[in-house]
């Protein structure tokens, strides 16, 4: 079975403060995603990755940036916390196929920034 | 760009009844269609998708799906619910060639015993 797990279930930070949020997956997946959920928007898409060190800009990432040094580890890091950054992150990966094939989901990570 | 319709934000049903989750969606081009499903405090895991071939898809747990291209629209049918039916329920399309999924505003299904 394919998993990915995300470092924390719950975070809870300051303003101002550096946050990461590190995925880990364990099926060899060149594609990662970081996805935010808030209730009554779905999930949004961050940024994604299609292999070690590329990235690219998903649907909202101002605030946020990434990291891709492994090719299991996917890391969204929020340089500078803010109150509306307070959500759930959920990462994701999937084979190369890319959408033909499943995204994987981890468990989340709920973030609350005071 | 493509985008995600989920008419309904909350759907509550009688155990054992027949349930009809709406979804349309709007895009240019030939789409990839997807149902996930999120149980109370866990990421998501995919229901069902349609990449090409026959309309009609099944999916785990009994679910399945109908695309209909005239109306544009991918709604997920059960004829029968289960109390462990009771998640939220996202659909998400795909442009061809496209990496990225575009995800609805999700449904939360209730199930009444």
């Known amino acids: 079975d394919v998993k990915v797990t995300q470092s924390s279930r719950y975070l809870v930070k300051r303003t101002g403060e550096k946050v990461f949020l590190e995925c880990v997956q364990d099926?060899?997946?060149?594609?990662m995603f970081w996805y935010r959920q808030d209730p009554g928007l779905g999930l949004r898409l961050i940024y994604f990755s299609y292999d070690v060190k590329m990235k690219e800009k998903g649907d909202i990432p101002e605030g946020y940036s990434v990291s891709r040094e492994k090719k299991e580890r996917f890391s969204l890091i929020l340089e500078s916390a803010s109150t509306n950054q307070t959500s759930m992150y959920l990462c994701a990966s999937s084979s190369p196929g890319g959408l033909r094939d499943t995204q994987y989901f981890g468990p989340g990570t709920r973030l609350t920034v005071l | 760009a493509q985008s995600v319709t989920q008419l309904d934000s909350q759907v509550p049903v009688f155990e054992e009844a027949p349930v009809e989750l709406r979804c349309n969606y709007s895009?240019?081009?030939?789409?990839?269609l997807f149902w996930y499903v999120q149980y109370p405090n866990q990421g998501l895991q995919l229901l069902l998708k349609y990449l090409s071939g026959s309309t009609l898809v099944k999916g785990i747990n009994g679910f399945e799906a109908e695309f209909n291209k005239s109306q544009t629209s991918f709604h997920l049918r059960k004829p029968s619910v289960h109390i462990s039916d009771t998640a939220e329920y996202f659909c998400a399309v795909s442009d061809f060639g496209n990496e990225k999924l575009t995800f609805g505003t999700g449904t939360r299904l209730t199930i009444i015993p």
């Open positions: 895009s240019s081009v030939s789409v990839y």
């Open positions: 099926m060899d997946h060149e594609n």
